[in-house]
């Protein structure tokens, strides 16, 4: 029914309009009925009325759906993933639209504006949004102040990234300006969270190879010296070749992270999903959705067939309906994130999918979500 309202009447008129402004408005809009108020003298308060009312409509709870990872609660297993809420402006509502957790971010030591206009695009045919924020964010002490003054019923991982400045040229001052961000959210003493560590931004003036193991041990080894007790995720590139992803699993794995996110934004713009004359539209930017579906689903079974037992996988990529994330579950993703389905399919869709997955997991004989990880990648 919503679903229905959202693509005949509410999308035909967002998509008239400019799609980072678009983006600002919900955000503004989401941290209005979210109740959300970071300049109230009287402190943070929620706005109950329109949470319960979302909560009728869209927050039901499945206990097939519940798991604890790492130590943490969810309720469901599709979070918001990272670059979406950059301001943490919807914590307080996403629960009530189903979320089971969300990333904030990706945060940066230093504030950054963003990178030039255009910053985002829409490429409808492809399924695809064309992003070049380059870390647009107001900085790790902004957003550590703000998030240490709630409670979060839904987990949030804090994403975080290098400062996106050409002043940083080598491994040693990238680790010298990541370390200070993962301490002012220590020092924030954040609740119910975990990190994502962000090594995989195609949009930035950084040009630090993170992806070499050498670099990737030093900058984890660094993260491991915080003694940090919460989770680190590692968010990963999809455009790189299974070898390579295979000895920075083994990076990872070695440096006891929580996991990975697979995975980041499409690069090739040449990637048979991208209709051409959209991509030609946007002469920057890398891309979201479907074109990041299939890379993303061959890196989850990969990383899960040969360190399944070590790493817990998230899974990213164009996740548009709750068979794409069923998909990512049974090759071996035990939570998954998605940001583009929502703007194509609508604010609906993260419970259109708790329902479904339920479904799919009965007629697959599961009584939990946990059940179905990895069956289809240990066969
Ligand atoms: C508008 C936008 C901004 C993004 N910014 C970030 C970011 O700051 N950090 C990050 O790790 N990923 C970022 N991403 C990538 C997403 O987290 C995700 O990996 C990718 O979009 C694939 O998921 P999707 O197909 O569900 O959108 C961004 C994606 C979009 C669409």
Redesign the pocket.
């Known amino acids: 029914m919503f679903r229905f309202f959202y693509k005949i009447f509410i999308k035909p008129v967002l998509f008239l309009f400019d799609a980072e402004f678009v ?1 600002e408005n919900m955000l503004g809009f989401g941290e209005l009925v979210g109740g959300l108020n970071p300049d109230a003298r009287s402190g943070p308060r929620q706005n109950r009325r329109g949470i319960w009312f979302l909560k009728k409509i869209f927050g039901r709870k499945y206990s097939e759906l519940k798991q604890n990872i790492s130590g943490i609660d969810f309720e469901s297993p599709v979070g918001l ?4 809420d ?1 301001e943490a402006k919807l914590t307080q509502i996403l629960p009530s639209l189903g979320f089971g957790f969300q ?1 904030v ?2 945060i940066t030591n230093q504030a950054y504006p963003g990178n030039p206009k255009p ?2 695009g829409r490429l409808p045919k492809s399924k ?2 064309m ?1 070049n ?1 380059g ?3 107001k900085g790790a002490k902004f957003i550590s102040e703000k998030l240490k003054n709630f409670t979060f019923s839904n987990a949030i991982g804090i ?1 975080i ?1 290098v400062t996106n400045t050409e002043k940083i040229t080598t491994i040693e001052s990238g680790i010298e300006d990541i370390i200070p961000a993962f301490k002012i959210f220590e020092s924030g003493g954040i609740k119910n969270s975990y990190y ?1 560590l ?1 090594i ?2 195609p ?1 930035l003036k950084v040009k630090i190879d993170f992806y070499n193991p050498e670099n990737l041990n030093k900058l984890l080894q660094s993260v491991n010296q915080l003694g940090i007790k919460k989770p680190i995720f590692i ?1 990963m590139p999809i455009n790189i070749a299974d070898d390579e992803a295979l000895v920075m699993l083994k990076v990872i794995a070695e440096n006891k992270m929580a996991g990975v ?1 697979f ?4 690069k090739d713009r040449n990637n048979e999903v991208l209709k051409h004359e959209e991509v030609a539209r946007f002469p920057v930017g890398y891309f ?3 074109p ?2 299939k890379r ?1 689903n061959e890196l989850i079974k990969l990383a899960y067939q040969n360190f399944g037992k070590q790493l817990v996988i998230i899974g ?5 309906s709750a068979e794409d994330a069923y998909k990512k579950i049974k090759l071996g993703a035990s939570l998954v ?7 194509y399919e609508g604010p609906q869709l993260v419970s259109e999918i708790n329902r479904d997955l339920v479904k799919l997991l009965k007629k697959d004989g599961y009584n939990n979500i946990s059940e179905a990880v990895g069956t289809e990648s240990r066969k």
């Open positions: 983006h993933a990272a670059g979406f950059y990333a971010g990706t910053r985002l695809s949004l992003v924020k870390f647009k964010n994403s990234g994502e962000n995989s931004c949009n968010k996110i995975g980041n934004l499409q979201s959705g479907k990041t579906e993303s990213c990529g164009g996740v548009f994130q998605l940001i583009t389905g929502v703007i």
